[in-house]
Nanobody
Framework: QVHLGGSGGGSLQAGGSLGLSCAAS?????ISWFLQAPGKVREGAAA?????????RYAESVAGRFTIAKDNAKNTLDLQMNSLKPEDTAMYYC?????????????????????WGQGTQVTVSS
């Protein structure tokens, strides 16, 4: 059984940094952060596959600004977000698969994930 949490959201100005954390218990070979802006569909932001040596994948919109990492000692999935923009404003969710790791090309697709944490809101003002 996989249990996911989510914390660290907040409000800040553009250009700032924020870290999100997701408590992740259970076996999670692929685990990711998704975002959902108001009125928009949920989309992948960053993913990591533990069983492939920590292979990561980032959405083009966040590459170079966001960093995903799994802390195995604390059992958390962390997302460090730098150079935040107003368009990063969204509810952020962590999600995981429970059995087999996803192939790289599926890592940012929400329907492929079976466990979801509660969202945490990030609001970036200009």
């Amino acid at each position: 059984q996989v249990h996911l949490g989510g914390s660290g959201g907040g409000s800040l100005q553009a250009g700032g940094s924020l870290g999100l954390s997701c408590a992740a218990s259970g076996y999670t070979p692929s685990i990711s952060w998704f975002l959902q802006a108001p009125g928009k569909v949920r989309e992948g932001a960053a993913a990591i596959t533990i069983t492939r040596g920590g292979e990561t994948r980032y959405a083009e919109s966040v590459a170079g600004r966001f960093t995903i990492a799994k802390d195995n000692a604390k059992n958390t999935l962390d997302l460090q977000m730098n150079s935040l923009k107003p368009e990063d404003t969204a509810m952020y969710y962590c999600a995981a698969v429970q059995r087999d790791a996803l192939p790289w090309y599926l890592l940012l697709l929400p329907p492929k994930y079976t466990s979801w944490g509660q969202g945490t809101q990030v609001t970036v003002s200009s």
